[in-house]
C-alpha cells in the first residue's frame, strides 16, 4: 500500500476528533486496500502473538467517556512487559478518545482484545482506523478477535448493515475475509495471556493455539469457540454451562489449573461488562477489563484501561461515563514504583478485590 495514501487515510480518520458522529469520507477502494494489505500481515504474524512491553492493553465496546486523570490502583508482576486493553463496538468518538488518553501510535504501543464492530454507529470508521494502524505500525500495534469479528454475528448486531447502508454487501464480504486471519491470542512476555473470551476445555497447550489454521470462520464449539466466547464464572467449580447459550463458564479451579501448568501469571480478557472497569477473578490470577463507561447508555459502569510495564506492573486508569460530570484532576496519576519483589513473588498495591 502507497505509504502517503496510508499517511492520508489515518490523517482523515483523526481529523474528526471532537466532532462526535461525523463521518469520514473514505472510498470503497481505500477501504478494501486497509482489509487487503491488514489481511496478509496478519497471516504473516503469529495466531498467538509473542509480545513484550511496553504496550497499552484495552478491552471495550466504547461508548460516551470522558478522560479522569485518578490515582492508578497498581499491581506488580516479576517479569519484563507493558500494554493496555479494549472493546470498541463501532463507538469511533470513543476510540479517538482513547488515544488521546493513552497516546498515538506508535507513542504507545497497543493491544486490543477484540469486538470493534456491531452496535455503534461507526464501525466502519472504528475498524478502518486500526486496520491502518496495523498497516503503518505492524510491529507496535495488535489487534486480536472478539466474537463479533465473525459472519454470522456482525450479520444480525449492526455491521453488516452498515455496509450495506454505506457502501453494499461485497465490502462486509471483504471484512469477513480479513476478520478470518485476526489471531485469537496474545502472550505478553511469557507471563500474561491474553484473549477475548477465555479458557476451554480443549486447550492443554499453548501450541494447539498457534497451529490453528487461518483464514478460518468461528465455529459453534471446539477451542477457537471458547477463547472467543466463554466467561469465569464464580459459581462454577471446574466447567458450567454459559448463559450465553455459546461455549463454557468456567471457575477459579481452572483459572489456577491453567496458570500453573503453563507457568503464566494472568489471564487478561475482555468480552463482559464489569461495574468499575476492571475486575479480577481467581485471586487476581485474572482480570476483565472493560473500558467502555455507561456502556450503550445501559449500564452505569466505569471503563479501565489497563498498562502493563517492563516490570510487569499493571496499573489502571478509571475512565468515568461522561454524563457523571466527575472533577478533572489534571496532575500526575503516577504512582511510586515499589521495588522488584524477588523472582516469583507478585507484590499487590491498592485497595481492589
Not at 490523517?11 to 477502494?29: D, H, I, T
Not at 504473516?44 to 471495550?60: S, T, V, Y
Not at 460516551?64 to 469511533?92: L, R
Amino acid at each position: 500500500m502507497d505509504p502517503s495514501l496510508l499517511d492520508d487515510i489515518i490523517n482523515r480518520l483523526l481529523e474528526v476528533r471532537g466532532r462526535v458522529g461525523k463521518q469520514v469520507q473514505l472510498s470503497e477502494s481505500e477501504i478494501r486496500q486497509l482489509c487487503q494489505v491488514s489481511r496478509e500481515i496478519f497471516l504473516q504474524q503469529p495466531n498467538l502473538l509473542e509480545l513484550e512491553a511496553p504496550i497499552k492493553i484495552c478491552g471495550f465496546p466504547l461508548v460516551k467517556w470522558s478522560i479522569v486523570d485518578e490515582p492508578e490502583e497498581v499491581f506488580m508482576w516479576t517479569e519484563n512487559a507493558n500494554a493496555d486493553t479494549c472493546d470498541i463496538h463501532g463507538q469511533y468518538s470513543d476510540l479517538l478518545r482513547l488515544f488521546e488518553y493513552g497516546g498515538l501510535p506508535p507513542h504507545a504501543n497497543y493491544l486490543f482484545l477484540g469486538d470493534y464492530v456491531d452496535r455503534g454507529k461507526q464501525s466502519l470508521e472504528t475498524i478502518c482506523l486500526l486496520l491502518a494502524y496495523k498497516i503503518k505500525y505492524p510491529e507496535n500495534f495488535f489487534i486480536l478477535r472478539g466474537n463479533h469479528e465473525c459472519a454470522s454475528i456482525n450479520r444480525i448486531y449492526g455491521f453488516y448493515d452498515e455496509c450495506k447502508r454505506r457502501f453494499n454487501v461485497r465490502l462486509w464480504k471483504t471484512f469477513t475475509e480479513c476478520f478470518n486471519c485476526l489471531p485469537v491470542a496474545a502472550l505478553v512476555d511469557e507471563k500474561i495471556l491474553c484473549m477475548h473470551g477465555g479458557l476451554s476445555p480443549d486447550l492443554n497447550n499453548l501450541d494447539q493455539i498457534r497451529n490453528m489454521s487461518r483464514p478460518t470462520d468461528v465455529p459453534d464449539a471446539g477451542l477457537l469457540c471458547d477463547l472467543l466466547w466463554s466467561d469465569p464464572s464464580k459459581d462454577v467449580q471446574g466447567w458450567g454451562m454459559n448463559d450465553r447459550g455459546v461455549s463454557f463458564t468456567f471457575g477459579a479451579d481452572k483459572v489456577t489449573e491453567f496458570l500453573q501448568k503453563h507457568d503464566l501469571d494472568l489471564i487478561c480478557r475482555a468480552h463482559q461488562v464489569v461495574e468499575d472497569g476492571y475486575e479480577f477473578f481467581a485471586n487476581r490470577q485474572l482480570v476483565t477489563i472493560f473500558s467502555a463507561p455507561n456502556y450503550c447508555g445501559e449500564f452505569d459502569n466505569a471503563g479501565a484501561m489497563m498498562s502493563v510495564d517492563e516490570t510487569l506492573m499493571c496499573s489502571f486508569q478509571i475512565l468515568k461515563p461522561a454524563d457523571k460530570k466527575p472533577k478533572l484532576n489534571f496532575g500526575s496519576t503516577t504512582t511510586t514504583k515499589p521495588g522488584n519483589p524477588p523472582a516469583g513473588v507478585k507484590s499487590f498495591l491498592g485497595t481492589k478485590a
